[in-house]
Antibody
Framework: EVQLVESGGGLVEPGGSLRLSCVAS????????MSWVRQAPGKGLDWIGR??????????YYAAPVNGRFTISRDESKNTLYLQMNSLKTEDTAVYYC????????????????WGQGILVTVSS | DIQMTQSPSTLSASIGDTVTITCRAS??????LAWYQQKPGKAPKLLIY???TLASGVPSRFSGSDSGTEFTLTITSLQPDDFATYYC?????FGQGTRLEIK
């Protein structure tokens, strides 16, 4: 069974930093593209970034609102995906989900499946 | 960037009804259109991908179709467990969501 488990969320002041982790099991992580998607309280889903598999170059892509502030990385030895968030703003308050990205790599079809349980990040003074 | 316009934003229906949710793309896209179900406090769950392929374990009362740039999620014979919020997704764009509530 594929499982994604996020950790590292919490309360941080505006301008601060936080790093989220997502441990994957049940998949060949090294062949899998991964994405982060967030959901502000009471709002819809927003894709924030993607990292290709190492074998596909490990290239990263970001949505405009987080480009230059957030960095996605991966550690194949730990089957772990990371989201480093710097210069946090109040509007970054959201539940953050990691998800397998089927735009390439080991799956195909452009969808996101499965998803982690989500982790809450609150940016407030 | 592709924009996905989803409608309606809220839908009221009764157990046993058939409902339709629509997603329109701002430009011609391929058939990589997915639908998700989300319940309060839970992660989204994949229902359908590549427009009409049912994800593993999803009941056959869920179906997807397309007509040009308009994509449709149909749920027949609504069950209590189906009342939730539904999102479409294409590439990195999600629709705004449709909240399906009990009438």
């Amino acid at each position: 069974e594929v499982q994604l488990v996020e950790s590292g969320g919490g309360l941080v002041e505006p301008g601060g930093s936080l790093r989220l982790s997502c441990v994957a099991s049940g998949i060949t992580f090294s062949n899998t593209w991964m994405s982060w998607v967030r959901q502000a309280p009471g709002k819809g889903l927003d894709w924030i970034g993607r990292i290709k598999s190492k074998s596909d170059g490990g290239t990263t892509y970001y949505a405009a609102p987080v480009n230059g502030r957030f960095t996605i990385s991966r550690d194949e030895s730990k089957n772990t995906l990371y989201l480093q968030m710097n210069s946090l703003k109040t509007e970054d308050t959201a539940v953050y989900y990691c998800t397998t990205d089927c735009s390439g790599g080991s799956c195909y079809g452009g969808h996101f499946d499965p998803w982690g349980q989500g982790i809450l990040v609150t940016v407030s003074s | 960037d592709i924009q996905m316009t989803q409608s309606p934003s809220t839908l009221s229906a009764s157990i046993g009804d058939t409902v339709t949710i629509t997603c329109r793309a701002s430009q011609n896209i391929n058939n990589w259109l997915a639908w998700y179900q989300q319940k309060p406090g839970k992660a989204p769950k994949l229902l359908i991908y590549k427009t009409s392929t049912l994800a593993s374990g999803v009941p056959s009362r869920f179906s997807g179709s397309d007509s040009g740039t308009e994509f449709t999620l149909t749920i027949t014979s609504l069950q209590p467990d189906d009342f939730a919020t539904y999102y479409c997704q294409q590439y990195t764009s999600f629709g705004q969501g449709t909240r399906l509530e009990i009438k």
